[in-house]
């Protein structure tokens, strides 16, 4: 008896063994079923950034002879950031910004500074993105390199990316001369058509599972370059000048300010005696851009991800076209440095209602919010804020105040900003036999086009005073959170206002 009950527990165990193995593997498979039904669920994003663009270079933002309709559509269907700028107006510190969400002292990224550290591009979004079970898709002006040691020649992080149609330096406009992106070449020559069409391929092939494509058009950068298919867009337009066009509206600005490039390009650029043209082939420029919006979004809703796609547009940095008798960018006044953001959320309440958000942001808040919609948690390291709070209420803030920096081009123009919703604070530290430390303070919200300098009217001392204690702070969060390299301590004590 004892030998025969042995016999059948001994014969029934390998098939309770067998019967708890299937349960384990169901279960196993349930949890995973489970985990990707989740994941499709996550939000696809859409990063598309213009290089050079200004605000006012919009149907959107008030010029009526814009002609951007997807753009104005994007607008209509989401929500409008009036009050956002780049926290460093040139291409490859912002863009470093953009990324990691730092500002430049710490991303220690510009140009005649050095690359981005492996360090820190780990912890940008596209690379967290990834990791998280995203596509990740690039195409365009990467603007910066990645390094492994300070002072070290980078390279672009290609591997870190699903799909690739990114490129070295500036890029071109000649779509055959981008070597990620030639097989566009014949049907788009010119290359922000080609984007567009990269961004609809790449929807297509990845519809199935969340992604985030990023887009950095050239355009409408410097050469001047327009695609011959939109050459008679503007052809018969006249466009106004804005109310601080030319030199006698900058009288009032520093010493410092008028060292660099940004100066003669006023004259060398033609604003001074040819601005209707130079303004409409910089038009020009942005309508191919809309095209291209047009193309991606013509894509998000024949794949059907239109429901649970965010879109968001924006640009580099600025472009000040004859504004106080300046060229091109980097200085902090406002043509420069407030650019456009518009924000389309389709799972948001508020969509579709023409909202507009007067709330300070800068171009750090991007990491953190792509982060946030993908439901993943924000690196400590990150300077900016999720803008996702404003879509609930789009009288919140989330900034009191941020920094613009600019530190490239002569020592001469180094300076240092501090710009709330109301206010900005300008330091200019340099100083030589012709030159003294030079202050400006311009109330934005009543002087938007900044043509009164405010420093020294008593009525808003108290205002100065503020301002000054905010850039002390900043000051001091640059001293204490900066890069140890790339000269960037050094540049902590330039700007201290004793």
């Given amino acids: 008896n004892y030998d025969r009950e042995f016999l059948t527990q001994t014969m029934l165990f390998p098939a309770i063994l067998r019967a708890c193995l299937v349960l384990v593997v169901v279960a196993i498979f349930s949890a995973f079923d489970f985990y990707f039904s989740v994941a499709d669920d996550r939000p696809n994003i859409v990063f598309l950034m213009a290089d050079d663009q200004c605000a006012n270079s919009m149907g ?3 010029t009526p002879k814009a002609q951007t309709p997807n753009l104005d559509r994007l607008a209509s269907e989401g929500m409008v950031f009036d009050n956002h700028y780049v926290t460093t107006a040139i291409c490859m510190a912002s863009r470093a910004n953009v990324m990691t969400g730092m500002f430049e002292y710490k ?3 510009n140009f005649m500074h050095g690359a981005l550290l492996q360090e820190h591009w780990r912890k940008s979004y596209p690379v967290l993105l990834k990791k998280a079970g995203y596509k990740i898709g690039f195409a365009g002006k990467f603007g910066f390199e990645v390094a492994k040691s300070p002072n070290q020649k980078g390279r672009l992080p290609v591997t870190d990316f699903d799909a690739w149609g990114g490129g070295p330096g500036q890029t071109s406009y000649q779509t055959r001369k981008n070597d990620a992106m030639t097989k566009y070449a014949s049907q788009y020559p010119h290359s ?3 984007y567009g069409a990269f ?14 494509l990023s887009i950095s058009f050239k355009a409408p950068h410097r050469p001047v370059s327009p695609d011959p298919r939109f050459e008679k867009v503007y052809q018969d337009v006249t466009f106004a000048k804005p109310k601080n066009f030319g030199r006698a509206y900058g009288k009032h600005f520093s010493m410092q300010s008028r060292q660099g490039r940004q100066f003669e390009r006023f004259h060398s650029w033609e604003y001074s005696t040819n601005y209707n043209s130079v303004i409409a082939k910089y038009f020009q420029q942005i309508y191919a851009i809309d095209v291209a919006v047009g193309m991606i979004r013509k894509a998000i809703e024949e794949n059907g991800v239109a429901k649970k796609t965010i879109v968001i547009y924006t640009s580099d940095n600025g472009f000040l076209n004859g504004a106080h008798g300046y060229g091109s960018k980097v200085l902090p006044y406002e043509e420069s440095t407030r650019v456009p953001l518009i924000v389309l959320d389709p799972r948001s309440k508020t969509s579709g209602e023409r909202l507009r958000c007067d709330s300070l942001t800068g171009n750090v808040d991007f990491a ?3 982060l946030s919609l993908a439901g993943l948690e924000i690196p400590q390291n990150i300077d900016g804020k999720s803008l996702l709070p404003l879509f609930e209420n789009p009288e919140t803030s989330i900034h009191h105040a941020l920094p613009l920096i600019n530190v490239w081009g002569p020592k001469e123009t180094f300076s240092l900003s501090v710009v709330t919703k109301e206010w ?18 311009y109330d934005t919200e009543r002087d938007p086009f900044e043509l009164s300098n405010l420093v020294n009217v008593q009525e808003v001392s108290e205002n100065l005073t503020s301002m000054q204690k905010l850039y002390d702070k900043t000051v001091e969060h640059w001293r204490a959170e900066s890069v140890s390299y790339h000269g960037y301590q050094e540049l902590a004590k330039f700007f201290k206002r004793q």
């Fill in 192 to 194: 922000t058509l080609a």
């Fill in 368 to 370: 953190p919010t792509i």
């Fill in 107 to 109: 991303t220690g990224c």
């Fill in 60 to 62: 959107c933002y008030g």
């Fill in 424 to 441: 900005k604070y300008i330091n200019w530290p340099f100083v030589n036999e012709k030159m003294k430390r030079s202050e400006e303070l």
């Fill in 199 to 212: 961004g609809a391929d790449f929807i297509a092939e990845n519809a199935d599972s969340p992604f985030c």
